[in-house]
């Protein structure tokens, strides 16, 4: 028996899209496996996002400072590193919002209501 699996390869890049640019995502195995421990490990501070984007696009430090030089509301950035995770994985973003969302709850929880 033999599988082919070259059908399933695809030697284009991914790509995100932002501000009217497109930016390829680097998604060698070795990358992504590398950018699963280095995700898990995201502070949310300014320079552990530039270092993820460096690490994750092909255009790496250069693309970074020039995605982050914009003024970016903060949904759009966690849109932006999920659609980044996406397009190294090949996964849907829904699947990864989805993810992400059951691993860490929301702190913002709806009061509970008293009845008398």
Request: aromatic letters at 8%.
């Amino acid at each position: 028996m033999n599988i082919d699996l070259d059908r399933y390869t695809d030697q284009t890049r991914p790509a995100v899209t932002i501000f009217g640019k497109s930016y390829e995502v680097d998604s060698d195995f070795k990358k992504v496996l590398s950018m699963q421990r280095f995700a898990s490990d995201l502070k949310g501070d300014a320079d552990s996002i530039r270092s993820f984007l460096s690490f994750s696009l092909t255009g790496g430090e250069a693309a970074a400072d020039e995605i982050l030089s914009h003024s970016i509301p903060f949904s759009l950035l966690q849109k932006l590193e999920i659609a980044v995770m996406a397009a190294m994985t090949g996964k849907e973003m829904s699947e990864l919002e989805e993810q992400m969302g059951k691993a860490s709850p929301s702190s913002f929880r709806e009061p509970e209501r008293r009845t008398k």
